[in-house]
């Protein structure tokens, strides 16, 4: 049994791939020629799209851009999604710099940080500081935050997102949080992520 991560993982790289068929002239396409590409089986697919509400036929396949469209409206990505970084160290200068959250309608809106010499209102996006974070996302009405900040300070961060309402956090700090009924965490340490793969290769 597959979580709802890994289905949403791979919708993501279904999606990826029928725009470089669409790019090479495609209308339509097989299970068969996705799953040829990607490594995996057809029927995982089928089962994918099924599960998802994806509809193709046997002899016709899926039409490339209503798969797209479906993809999109699945997670959320055919409408705008604002979303606000808080510590704006190398990891968030990166993630602030990515191009490809335009091309999925994920825009970061702006960035906080507790060094006010960091800071720049006037910047795309503006870099604020963190005392302005609680108005901010009240006034803007933010869901979505991604928390790339120090260890020692994470945890007096984390309970202001709480009291702010935030609905889903992306976290790189080292301190891992537990979802709850109102919030929605994503735990990535990227160094335990790079030990496992290590591991992995080694072994």
Known sequence: ????KEK???????????????????????????????GVSSSLIRKDFSYFGI??????????????????????????QKVILIGVG??????????????????????????RNKTNEKSNPPILH????????????IKVAILAVPGPVSQSVIELLRESKIEGILNFTPLKLKSTDNLVVRNI????????LIYSVKH
């Open 1 to 4: 049994m597959f979580s709802d």
């Open 8 to 38: 949403i993982s791979r919708l993501l790289s279904y999606k990826n791939l029928l725009y470089r068929f669409k790019s090479l002239g495609f209308v339509r396409v097989f299970s068969d020629n996705l799953a040829d590409t990607l």
């Open 55 to 80: 509809k193709g036929n046997q002899r016709g396949g899926y039409h490339i851009d209503t798969v797209i469209e479906k993809i999109q409206e699945i997670i959320g990505f055919n409408e705008a």
């Open 90 to 115: 190398h990891i968030g200068k990166a993630l602030i710099q990515y191009e490809g959250f335009r091309n999925d309608n994920i825009a970061i809106v702006a960035g906080f940080d507790i060094d």
């Open 130 to 141: 963190t005392e302005k974070l609680g108005e901010y996302i009240s006034k803007n009405k």
């Open 189 to 196: 340490n990227i160094k335990v992520e790079l030990a496992n």
